[in-house]
């Protein structure tokens, strides 16, 4: 987590404007791939950093499928995001700061979450797990408190 933290602030500074949410994927000990959020850079909503770092694990192994893989993220996934992972078949999400951390603007969902996908997946394998390094992942995000103008939020 530490590694992806680093990311974060090296490819998009620690300004939570900038959306610096990185993710990567790491099997057997060695770092396969890692994304950064890209969706404005890219004009993508599909652009978040976990897809990347899926994206960019498929290219590295040349596998559709990433069995036996973590997946880390700065920021708990969104719904996207997860079932990304489920249907590339990571067995671990770990992430940083969780839903309550930060504003809701980085969830487009009222009530779904990560931990319906993942309690709801086929795949039995898959375990899930919050809150670290959670201080230093959230500051680099709006925070609950934080007032961000309507134009400026993801689900306005
Ligand atoms: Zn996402």
Redesign the pocket.
């Known amino acids: 987590m530490r590694e992806a933290v680093r990311i974060a602030i090296d490819k998009k500074g620690s300004d939570p404007a900038n959306t610096p949410i990185a993710a990567l994927l790491v099997r057997d000990g060695e770092l396969v791939s890692s994304g950064i959020n890209r969706t404005a850079e890219c004009c993508d909503a599909t652009a978040?950093a976990?897809?990347d770092a899926l994206r960019a694990g498929g290219k590295a192994t040349g596998e559709m499928r990433i069995e036996g893989a973590t997946l880390y993220s700065t920021l708990q996934?969104?719904g996207?995001?997860t079932m990304a992972a489920i249907w590339a078949g990571v067995s671990r999400i770990v992430f940083g700061a969780g839903r309550e951390d930060v504003h809701e603007m980085y969830f487009e969902d009222r009530h779904l979450s990560t931990l319906d996908f993942v309690a709801d997946a086929y795949k039995d394998d898959l375990s899930l797990e919050g809150g670290i390094l959670s201080d230093d992942c959230a500051r680099l995000y709006f925070r609950p408190w934080d007032y961000v103008p309507e134009d400026q939020q993801a689900n306005d």
């Open positions: 978040h976990e897809i996934p969104c996207m995001c």
